[in-house]
């Protein structure tokens, strides 16, 4: 796991580190390494799921998390 920022290997703080899942296992793995930020992304109609395993923001599309004024922003982020 340390290419991707996390291990041992790293200098990445977990808090400032944003995990995106579809699963509720990946959702708990996120809160388990203390992640800064977790994002639900629901591909299976689960968004209540994502949100009781702990997700912050559950969203349908990631161009809802892409920044204010991006042409590709569509609606579908519950707790943006």
């Known amino acids: 796991m340390s290419r991707?920022?996390?291990g041992p290997a790293s200098h990445t703080?977990?808090?400032h580190s944003t995990r995106l899942d579809?699963?509720?296992a990946g959702i708990?793995?996120?809160r388990a390494g203390h992640l800064g930020y977790?994002?639900?992304v629901?591909?299976?109609g689960r968004a209540a799921e994502l949100?009781?395993?702990g997700a912050d923001v559950v969203v349908?599309?990631?161009a809802v998390l892409l920044a204010p004024g991006q042409p590709e922003i569509g609606a579908g982020a519950e707790g943006v």
């Open 4 to 6: 991707w920022g996390t």
């Open 13 to 15: 703080c977990s808090v």
């Open 22 to 24: 579809d699963g509720p």
């Open 28 to 30: 708990d793995a996120g």
């Open 38 to 40: 977790v994002v639900g």
């Open 42 to 44: 629901d591909r299976l």
């Open 51 to 53: 949100r009781r395993q």
């Open 60 to 62: 349908s599309d990631l």
